[in-house]
């Protein structure tokens, strides 16, 4: 990287830290720390809603998902504008009525105490599992462009993000992630628009559409019914309906954002704000690897987008292959390039079969070096879907422009962190220690969560520095999700709707629930987003059960 970029990219994280600190280094008590004495306003909740949701890993591996298989993943978001209409009636008007911290608050008073506590380990588990793969996914980026060892560049990271969070509190989350958002909108729209100003002057945008779907990018519903089919209509209404409500409704790294609010209305209207902008968000990022993939189709891609690897193959008996290989794999580019700039490409049903042919033989390049990877290391990772926006950026951004876009990332990494470490503090004080340690006063409980704060920063270092490429990371975050959600949700919705399951039928149920959503997973016998329907409606059917027999007993 240049000067500049370092530049703009120090100058941008120290900026946002800087004023976290500056403006909300001083807390009274737990309630300014923690709920950052609901002053939130509806917008400052919609973006902070939004930004703890738009990880480092929306940016990193949401453009290399489109680039591989195209937009079909946004219909992983369709359900989320109902669960949002559903939280705001329902869950909002509820917690607000009851001041709580956490939402597992309301279960120890809707249940018992044994309940609550389940409820938040469980989700202190999740969670922390997914804070430490929001900080591994930065951490590759640094990695990569510095030439560090990647665990080094996570505690580096972590620690960053601990002293950020544990200074700063709720308000400082809040305040800082608006900002946040404002570099994250502004690094995407100048890569696309980078983008599509690279393009030749035969490829105009509307063409490059034209080409994007021919080569199956732009296939963005698909209403098949097959249960192992991850990506479709119906996972994204019923089962990203199901998660988005365990997630904006049940885990308290969203929650904390909206409890924060100034009132139930500006909590409400902050989260429409992100029910309505969340899907264009999306599919924008798609459009954006989709372009990424377009580009690389007039320019010179790298036959593997994981720089670390091709070096390991270079280094290796494998390295006259590696150049075979690659020479194949350029003639195959140039060919390509000149189909894609033939003017008579949308008609002619010849050059698009050729088309066709040619990305099916370039894509199988790719396997080969993938395969000699596995030679060397069979331990070696050689997915490299989380490597291609980085490539794009370090490769063919202006100066200038790299800096901004790795910021992008690390302030993405920043606020979502920030929100789950900040989360996992206030769970951990006032779920597990607060309702045990009483007693205490205001400020004990306050110097309790900074060091809870602290505490979870470095679980989630150490979960990240053993963490590894999992298919793609976005993926491996929701799979996370998915493995718990369900169960969590359950209870709520038995707590919200069904008032004559009691304490004991509820307990049994989730923990049930949640056994039997492992088994699945561990069996494979679904796809992950189905695993939050199955979990929520386990429990709840578990739970009826349960208590007819208690019943019966009395």
């Avoid at 954006?288 to 270079?314: C, D, K, S, W």
């Avoid at 876009?405 to 951990?428: D, G, K, Y």
């Amino acid at each position: 990287m240049s000067v500049l970029d370092w530049v703009v990219l120090l100058g941008t994280i120290g900026f946002i830290i800087g004023f976290g600190i500056w403006k909300n280094h001083f807390h009274r008590n737990i309630s300014d720390y923690l709920k950052a004495g609901n002053s939130a306003r509806w917008w400052t909740v919609g973006l902070s809603v939004m930004a703890t949701q738009a990880s480092a890993i929306t940016f990193l591996s949401t453009p290399g998902q489109a680039y591989h298989d195209g937009m079909g993943f946004v219909q992983f978001y369709f359900g989320l504008p109902i669960a949002m209409v559903i939280i705001c009636l329902f869950f909002i008007p509820i917690y607000h009525k009851l001041k709580v911290y956490t939402v597992y608050e309301y279960l120890e008073n809707r249940f018992d105490l044994k309940t609550r506590t389940l409820t938040a380990i469980l989700f202190l588990i999740q969670r922390g599992l997914a804070a430490g793969i929001t900080i591994y996914a930065p951490s590759i980026v640094l990695s990569v462009v510095l030439g560090w060892n990647l665990n080094t560049v996570v505690i580096i990271v972590g620690l960053l993000v601990i002293v950020y969070t544990s200074i700063g509190g709720t308000k400082a989350v809040n305040v800082t992630q608006k900002w946040q958002m404002a570099i994250i909108f502004l690094g995407m729209f100048l890569a696309f628009g980078y983008i599509i100003y690279s393009f030749p002057n035969e490829l105009n945008f509307h063409k490059a559409l034209e080409i994007a779907g021919l080569s199956g990018k732009l296939e963005v519903i698909d209403f098949s019914f097959d249960l192992e089919n991850r990506y479709t209509f119906w996972t994204g209404i019923i089962g990203g309906s199901f998660l988005a409500l365990s997630y904006f409704g049940t885990d308290q790294s969203q929650a904390q954002r909206y409890l924060s609010g100034k009132s139930i209305q500006h909590s409400q209207m902050g989260l429409l704000m992100n029910g309505f902008l969340k899907v264009p968000m999306q599919f924008f990022i798609l459009l954006v690897g989709v372009m990424v993939f377009l580009f690389y189709q007039i320019e010179t891609a790298p036959i593997h987008y994981n720089p670390q690897n091709l070096e390991m193959i270079r280094n290796s008996d494998q390295a006259e292959t590696l150049q075979v290989l690659e020479a194949n794999h350029l003639n195959l580019q140039n060919e390509i390039k000149q189909l894609l700039l033939n003017p008579n490409l949308s008609q002619d049903e010849n050059l698009q079969n050729e088309l066709i042919f040619l990305e099916y033989e370039e894509k199988n390049k790719r396997e080969q070096t993938k395969d000699l990877i596995k030679i060397i290391d069979n331990n070696a990772e050689v997915n490299d879907k989380d490597y291609v926006f980085i490539s794009f950026i370090l490769g063919n951004l202006p100066k200038g422009f790299i800096g901004l876009l790795l910021a992008v990332i690390f302030c993405a990494a920043m606020s979502s962190t920030a929100s789950e470490i900040n989360a996992l503090s206030a769970t951990a004080t006032v779920d597990l220690y607060r309702r045990r340690i009483r007693g205490k006063s205001d400020q004990h409980y306050l110097n309790a969560s900074k060091i809870f704060t602290v505490f979870w920063g470095l679980i989630a270092i150490g979960f990240a520095s053993i963490g590894y490429l999992f298919e793609n990371l976005i993926q491996l975050v929701n799979i996370i999700g998915s493995l718990f959600y369900g169960a969590i949700l359950g209870v709520f919705l038995l707590a919200f709707f069904f008032k004559h399951i009691k304490s004991r039928a509820a307990f049994i149920s989730v923990l049930l629930s949640e056994l039997l959503v492992l088994l699945i997973f561990y069996l494979d016998i679904i796809s992950y987003l189905w695993l939050n329907v199955m979990g929520a409606l386990l429990c709840i059917l578990l739970a009826h059960l349960f208590q007819f027999f208690l019943k019966l007993k009395t």
